[in-house]
């Protein structure tokens, strides 16, 4: 955790990925963010993986940092009191993160007749409110087809990674910091939308692969493991470990040239067909038929060992292939990286969590926190943020609108 | 384009993925971002996809609406300008967004000697420095091992979408204006490194699947296109066209009950097995073995347009898979898409882009720009924002340390 933000104030209504990892980037910021919750949870709190005993490690991931207040949202009083959390005064609060309906109780009219200055970002599926996931997105957009190897023919490949939910939910932390900005600017609220369908096929076109096939009026086919435009595959070495190596600029091409001790097989090639490999990657792509076995060879007869030491002393780009279980107890990635720790999550199971995924050198890290127990901070945000007394607060519970933890 | 940035100007220098898509998020926000370009291009100058002229589609699509000053960063005078122009005066200036080494002539420090106050964003491959890329990143953290239909046994399946690269990207713009904001309050200049290494573990932790291998002790095996704790996967209509279907809350569930009218069948399941689908995703994952066959008898007997027209009616959360070249033609995802454009681009081929990602319904939506000409800029910059008088331009020009369009 760092403390760039800690004076804002971010109400979030949210569930599944994007939109609660958004109000967690947030929160590693220094943000106050108050997660707004239905009583016993909303329809992601019990979400796998879970722990033996059914707690959601999934919903504590990313919920890290946050308050939360629980209400009974099914009711219109409980509705009453999330609206006037979401727009409850203050130059820094006023800050509302969601993936509600654009229509409901949490509409950004409803919420901006009670403050007009609020600033709302919302997490959509489709721009006209219908539903979408990753999972349909990622479809929609073809991307499931030009995954995996050619062997799989026409089968498309699901990713596993929810890739447009990630990318959403980064995008959504940004575009409230730039709301918020032009607010403290104009005094002006506004509302931020973000489709993730919009997300996905937005960003297939930012990365060139819209007009590719616009201009070809071809699909790009599977590939397999073989990167577009460049050299890149994943090779095996001589004790049968996995590895991933990619050279783009000439300077990667070089070194690995000199790692496995290839130039003259190269030199034959560029020979052979007349093209030169070292100042343009696509030419490598080209002749990845002829490349391909050469460094097939050189990293069969050496070890993973071997090529690490060679790899990382020339400034090679390569990664090992791991299971996410060898990841898990990889020094450089998580048991030496200063941005883990291991605590106590809420479930009570203890296990290193990431803290910010940027590391500022000039300010202190903080330790990350725990994901907050349902209701956690019920209490204490009504008297806070609405001023309630806590006779008010007595009656809500009595009423069963509220649960405290 | 919105407006909500304009104060803002950020310089950037940067190549591949990540760093330039943080400077398009900004710029299609409306902040003046200017890139340093090397002249003749950076090393993704001419990434593919290109057009059959050899211009980069993946480079114009990433540089969109931002400026170009091309200078000789070879040389001693050259590199003296970009450092000047990245601590440049202003008070909404001084933000460097970049993915050059942390101890180079553009390393935070030598920076913030000229201006204290600077904020610096740096992608990284690994956080000590070392080179990573998307696809090291992805093999060294265990996705490619469970992505992928079960028929592939141990052979990893590499993700051709560049997913840590864009989330990098669009978490690095919401650090900078993270920064940005703090700066504002204490006069604070810092430097905030985004290693890809860095996001890749971290997000898997925060989505609860680093926790998940750590409490069971074993890797999450393959699960092909099934979502993992819910009912999702692709199915086949009677007209052949296949369909991603899924169904975590419990009003998606019901939907595709509907949908499917399979409520008898379903009912036997849970009489049989003893167990309700209704309320709880994760037994609908666990009894897939039981759901995936009704519903592809459902599916089978309905064509895709019958299964389009009920789905949509009731709710149901689906996707039609497309190849990108459907995509690009689809509708809803572009040609009737108010965030797309059919503009000139800087290749000269005339295509639709995209605007931002995000829909301010109380904003007017600018038209997407297209990305600079090489150093289409640098006169302009140079004389705005370094002062230089036409005679120092001339003399820079004369040395061929920098080059205009």
């Known amino acids: 955790m760092y403390d760039s933000l800690t004076s804002l104030r971010v109400v979030e209504a949210s569930s599944f990925v994007a939109s609660p ?123 499931p087809h030009i ?113 496995l001790d290839i130039a003259s097989e190269i030199a034959a090639i560029e020979l052979m067909r007349e ?4 100042q343009n990657e696509g030419v490598r792509f080209q002749h990845r038929d002829a490349l391909n076995p050469v460094v097939e060879r050189a990293v069969a007869q050496r070890t993973a060992a071997e090529l690490k030491a060679s790899f990382d002393s020339l400034g090679c780009c390569w990664g090992p292939y791991q299971t996410m279980l060898e990841a898990a107890k990889d020094s450089m990635l998580v048991t030496d990286n200063p941005i883990f720790e291991a605590i106590v999550q809420t479930s009570g199971v203890t296990y290193p969590v990431p803290g910010a995924m940027t590391t500022i050198p000039q300010a202190a890290r903080r330790s990350p926190l725990r994901a907050p127990r349902l209701g956690e901070h019920t209490d204490e945000i009504l008297a806070e943020v609405l001023g309630l007394t806590s006779g008010a607060i007595g009656r809500l519970h009595d009423q069963g609108l509220v649960a405290a933890d």
């Open 21 to 143: 990892l958004a109000g967690l980037y947030l929160a590693q910021m220094g943000a106050e963010v108050i997660r707004v919750d239905q009583i016993g949870g909303g329809p992601d709190f019990h979400r796998w993986p879970q722990t033996a005993a059914g707690a959601s490690l999934y919903w504590e991931g990313l919920n890290k940092g946050k308050k939360s207040v629980a209400l009974d949202l099914s009711r219109p009083d409980g509705r009453e009191l999330a609206a006037a959390l979401a727009a409850a005064p203050g130059e820094n609060a006023g800050l509302f993160l969601t993936n509600y309906p654009t229509d409901g109780f949490l509409s950004h009219e409803r919420l901006a007749a009670r403050r007009p200055d609020l600033v709302t970002v919302r997490v959509m599926g489709q721009a006209n409110g219908g539903p979408a996931l990753d999972y349909t997105v990622n479809c929609a957009i073809g991307v």
């Open 275 to 278: 093209v030169s490999f070292a």
């Open 147 to 259: 995954t995996g190897p050619e062997s799989l023919k026409d089968e498309p490949v699901n990713h596993v990674l929810p890739a447009w939910d990630l990318l959403a939910g980064a995008y959504a932390a940004f575009v409230m910091l730039a709301l918020e900005r032009n607010r403290r600017g104009t005094g002006l609220g506004q509302e931020a939308r973000v489709p993730l369908m919009d997300v996905g096929i937005a960003t297939i076109a930012n990365l060139g692969q819209l007009a590719e096939v616009l201009t070809t009026g071809a699909n790009r086919p599977r590939y397999g493991n073989d990167v577009f435009g460049c050299f890149g595959r994943d090779f095996i070495s001589a004790d049968g470990k996995r590895l991933m190596i990619v050279a783009i600029t000439p300077r990667q091409w070089n070194a690995l040239i000199k790692a």
